[in-house]
C-alpha cells in the first residue's frame, strides 16, 4: 500500500487517521513502561493534596487523554489528508511484505518525513510527558517546604538552599519541558506548526540522544558528569551571585524554549524562528545551559585539581566534552536547515553568531 493510496473518501480517512494515531500512542506508552530504566520512575508515588498517583498511572491517564483528543480533532478535521501515524503503519505493512532495499527504494518524500517524525514522537513524548509531571511534583514540593519555611521565620539563606532554589529552578524546567511536550505532541497546519522535514543523518539523531534518557548515562560513563545542578561556594556572597547567575541563565533557556513556541522540537523544521533570545544568537538554550553547567561545575573542578592536575584536567575535558557535544548538536542542526529551507541562510546571516555575541 503505496502512501499516495492513502486518499480515500473523507469519512473513512477521517476515522483511519484516528485510529493509526491512538494506536501508536499506546504502542509508543508500551514501549516506554517496558523499558527497565523506567522502572523506579513508574513505581514512584506522588501526592497533591488528597490526590495520591503511581507514575505509572499518570502516563496511562495522560496517554487515554492525549488520544481521546488527538481522536477527537481528526475526526472533525475540515480537509483531512493522511496523517503521518496512518502512513507510518502503512510503510510498516509494506516492509513486513517487501524486501527493505525495496521498500526505502520505493518511499516518497512524505513517507520518509512520517516515518521520521513518529519514531521521534514515540520517543520523546512519553519521555517529555513523566519529565513534565517530575518537575511539577518537585516544584509543588520545594514550593510547600519554602512557604512553610517563611511562615516559621526560617533562616533566608537555608531557605533558599533547601527549597528556594530547587523550587526556581524546578519551575523553569517546567516551563521549558512544557513547551517541548505540546511541541511534540501537537502538530497541525492550523496551528502553522507541520512538521515539513526531520534530521535524515544518522550523526544528527545521534548528537541529539545522547543528550536524554537513557542514552545520556551512556554519555556519562564516556565523559564523566563534573557538574552539579546546585553548586555549593563557601563564600556566602559567591554562593548567591553564581547560583542566582546560573538561574538566571537558565531562565534564559527557558525563554527560548518559550519563543519557539509550537514548534518546539528536537531534529524537525517546522519554519524558522528569529524572535526573543533567537534574535541574538542561533542558539540561546545551549548556550545558556553549557554556561549554567560551567558554573556548576566550577566547585567539582575545583576539587579535581586539589588532589592533582591531571584529575584538574581530566575534570575540565568532562566539561568541555558535554559542551562539545552540544556544539555538534548545534552544527547538524544549522546543516539539516540549510539544506531543506533557503530562508534559513538568510537567517544566518543576520545573526552571525552561533552562540555568543561577538565572539562565536
Given at each position: 500500500?503505496?502512501?499516495?493510496?492513502?486518499?480515500?473518501?473523507?469519512?473513512?480517512?477521517?476515522?483511519?487517521?484516528?485510529?493509526?494515531?491512538?494506536?501508536?500512542?499506546?504502542?509508543?506508552?508500551?514501549?516506554?513502561?517496558?523499558?527497565?530504566?523506567?522502572?523506579?520512575?513508574?513505581?514512584?508515588?506522588?501526592?497533591?493534596?488528597?490526590?495520591?498517583?503511581?507514575?505509572?498511572?499518570?502516563?496511562?491517564?495522560?496517554?487515554?487523554?492525549?488520544?481521546?483528543?488527538?481522536?477527537?480533532?481528526?475526526?472533525?478535521?475540515?480537509?483531512?489528508?493522511?496523517?503521518?501515524?496512518?502512513?507510518?503503519?502503512?510503510?510498516?505493512?509494506?516492509?513486513?511484505?517487501?524486501?527493505?532495499?525495496?521498500?526505502?527504494?520505493?518511499?516518497?518524500?512524505?513517507?520518509?518525513?512520517?516515518?521520521?517524525?513518529?519514531?521521534?514522537?514515540?520517543?520523546?513524548?512519553?519521555?517529555?510527558?513523566?519529565?513534565?509531571?517530575?518537575?511539577?511534583?518537585?516544584?509543588?514540593?520545594?514550593?510547600?517546604?519554602?512557604?512553610?519555611?517563611?511562615?516559621?521565620?526560617?533562616?533566608p539563606r537555608l531557605a533558599f538552599d533547601r527549597w528556594g532554589f530547587w523550587f526556581?529552578?524546578?519551575?523553569?524546567?517546567?516551563?521549558?519541558?512544557?513547551?517541548?511536550?505540546?511541541?511534540?505532541?501537537?502538530?497541525?497546519?492550523?496551528?502553522?506548526?507541520?512538521?515539513?522535514?526531520?534530521?535524515?543523518?544518522?550523526?544528527?539523531?545521534?548528537?541529539?540522544?545522547?543528550?536524554?534518557?537513557?542514552?545520556?548515562?551512556?554519555?556519562?560513563?564516556?565523559?564523566?558528569?563534573?557538574?552539579?545542578?546546585?553548586?555549593?561556594?563557601?563564600?556566602?556572597?559567591?554562593?548567591?551571585?553564581?547560583?542566582?547567575?546560573?538561574?538566571?541563565?537558565?531562565?534564559?533557556?527557558?525563554?527560548?524554549?518559550?519563543?519557539?513556541?509550537?514548534?518546539?522540537?528536537?531534529?524537525?523544521?517546522?519554519?524558522?524562528?528569529?524572535?526573543?533570545?533567537?534574535?541574538?544568537?542561533?542558539?540561546?538554550?545551549?548556550?545558556?545551559?553549557?554556561?549554567?553547567?560551567?558554573?556548576?561545575?566550577?566547585?567539582?573542578?575545583?576539587?579535581?585539581?586539589?588532589?592533582?592536575?591531571?584529575?584538574?584536567?581530566?575534570?575540565?575535558?568532562?566539561?568541555?566534552?558535554?559542551?562539545?557535544?552540544?556544539?555538534?548538536?548545534?552544527?547538524?542542526?544549522?546543516?539539516?536547515?540549510?539544506?531543506?529551507?533557503?530562508?534559513?541562510?538568510?537567517?544566518?546571516?543576520?545573526?552571525?553568531?552561533?552562540?555568543?555575541?561577538?565572539?562565536?
Open positions: 500500500m503505496h502512501g499516495s493510496s492513502l486518499a480515500v473518501p473523507s469519512p473513512s480517512l477521517r476515522a483511519r487517521n484516528a485510529l493509526a494515531a491512538a494506536a501508536l500512542v499506546w504502542l509508543a506508552t508500551g514501549l516506554y513502561a517496558a523499558m527497565p530504566w523506567h522502572a523506579t520512575q513508574l513505581r514512584e508515588w506522588h501526592s497533591v493534596g488528597a490526590l495520591r498517583f503511581s507514575g505509572r498511572e499518570f502516563l496511562v491517564v495522560a496517554a487515554a487523554a492525549y488520544s481521546l483528543a488527538a481522536a477527537a480533532w481528526l475526526l472533525l478535521e475540515g480537509d483531512p489528508r493522511p496523517g503521518k501515524s496512518l502512513r507510518f503503519i502503512g510503510v510498516a505493512v509494506r516492509l513486513l511484505r517487501a524486501p527493505r532495499a525495496t521498500i526505502a527504494a520505493r518511499l516518497d518524500p512524505a513517507d520518509r518525513v512520517a516515518v521520521l517524525a513518529t519514531l521521534l514522537k514515540a520517543f520523546f513524548g512519553p519521555l517529555m510527558v513523566m519529565s513534565l509531571m517530575g518537575f511539577c511534583m518537585a516544584a509543588w514540593k520545594n514550593g510547600q517546604g519554602l512557604v512553610d519555611a517563611f511562615a516559621s521565620g526560617f533562616d526556581l529552578m524546578q519551575v523553569i524546567l517546567f516551563v521549558d519541558v512544557l513547551i517541548f511536550t505540546v511541541g511534540y505532541l501537537i502538530e497541525t497546519r492550523r496551528l502553522g506548526n507541520e512538521i515539513r522535514s526531520v534530521d535524515p543523518t544518522w550523526l544528527g539523531w545521534m548528537a541529539a540522544l545522547l543528550c536524554y534518557p537513557p542514552f545520556n548515562t551512556w554519555t556519562a560513563m564516556i565523559l564523566g558528569a563534573q557538574h552539579t545542578d546546585f553548586p555549593q561556594f563557601a563564600n556566602e556572597t559567591l554562593h548567591l551571585v553564581l547560583n542566582g547567575l546560573l538561574l538566571a541563565l537558565m531562565a534564559v533557556y527557558a525563554s527560548a524554549s518559550v519563543a519557539l513556541g509550537l514548534k518546539a522540537s528536537n531534529l524537525t523544521h517546522r519554519g524558522i524562528v528569529a524572535r526573543g533570545p533567537y534574535a541574538i544568537v542561533r542558539h540561546p538554550a545551549y548556550t545558556c545551559k553549557n554556561m549554567a553547567w560551567w558554573i556548576g561545575s566550577v566547585p567539582l573542578v575545583s576539587l579535581a585539581f586539589d588532589r592533582g592536575v591531571s584529575e584538574g584536567l581530566l575534570a575540565l575535558a568532562s566539561v568541555a566534552g558535554w559542551t562539545a557535544l552540544y556544539a555538534l548538536r548545534a552544527l547538524t542542526e544549522e546543516d539539516h536547515l540549510r539544506s531543506v529551507d533557503g530562508e534559513y541562510a538568510a537567517y544566518a546571516a543576520r545573526v552571525k553568531y552561533r552562540f555568543v555575541p561577538g565572539l562565536v
